[in-house]
């Protein structure tokens, strides 16, 4: 694997021990930068299948009342040991049109990246959708 900023693919790789919802046999991916992104956007891909990825969103920045209740069993699992060891993102779907994107606020990521382990939580709460419109209009 290739190195960047001194640091394997490997290291920075995030282990999703349950998987991601339609995808339960992939297990690492790495979290990179997209050009113009900034902390907002994000992309997310598989360990050794560079073709296997996702646009994530940092949801709070469209969504400043998004309120997930991370369940204490989740947060425990990724070894954080107060809620703010973890960073929540979302999986962002991106369309042609770039102002019809939305994010799933229903089934947020949630990340530790003190331990490197991630999950994704299905939210019991019915306020969220996987559709959210990122864009008013």
């Not at 490997?10 to 349950?18: D, R």
């Not at 299948?49 to 990724?78: C, K, M, N, R």
């Not at 709460?125 to 209009?137: E, I, W």
């Given at each position: 694997?290739?190195?960047?900023?001194?640091?394997?693919?490997?290291?920075?790789?995030?282990?999703?021990?349950?998987?991601?919802?339609?995808?339960?046999?992939?297990?690492?991916?790495?979290?990179?930068?997209?050009?113009?992104?900034?902390?907002?956007?994000?992309?997310?891909?598989?360990?050794?299948?560079?073709?296997?990825?996702?646009t994530?969103?940092?949801?709070?920045?469209?969504?400043?009342?998004?309120?997930?209740?991370?369940?204490?069993?989740?947060?425990?699992?990724?070894?954080?040991?107060?809620?703010?060891?973890?960073?929540?993102?979302?999986?962002?779907?991106?369309p042609?049109?770039?102002?019809?994107?939305?994010?799933?606020?229903?089934?947020?990521?949630?990340?530790?990246?003190y331990?490197?382990?991630?999950?994704?939580?299905?939210?019991?709460?019915?306020?969220?959708?996987?559709?959210?419109?990122?864009?008013?209009?």
């Amino acid at each position: 694997m290739g190195e960047a900023a001194g640091f394997s693919l490997e290291e920075k790789a995030f282990e999703f021990s349950p998987g991601i919802y339609g995808f339960p046999e992939v297990k690492r991916f790495v979290v990179t930068e997209i050009p113009g992104g900034g902390d907002i956007f994000k992309l997310m891909v598989a360990l050794g299948q560079p073709d296997l990825g996702f646009t994530l969103v940092y949801p709070f920045a469209f969504f400043p009342d998004y309120a997930p209740d991370i369940p204490d069993a989740d947060v425990s699992e990724l070894g954080a040991e107060k809620p703010d060891d973890i960073l929540v993102m979302c999986i962002a779907n991106v369309p042609e049109q770039f102002k019809d994107a939305t994010a799933n606020l229903k089934a947020p990521l949630v990340f530790n990246p003190y331990t490197r382990k991630a999950r994704q939580v299905i939210l019991a709460d019915d306020r969220y959708t996987t559709r959210h419109r990122l864009f008013k209009g």
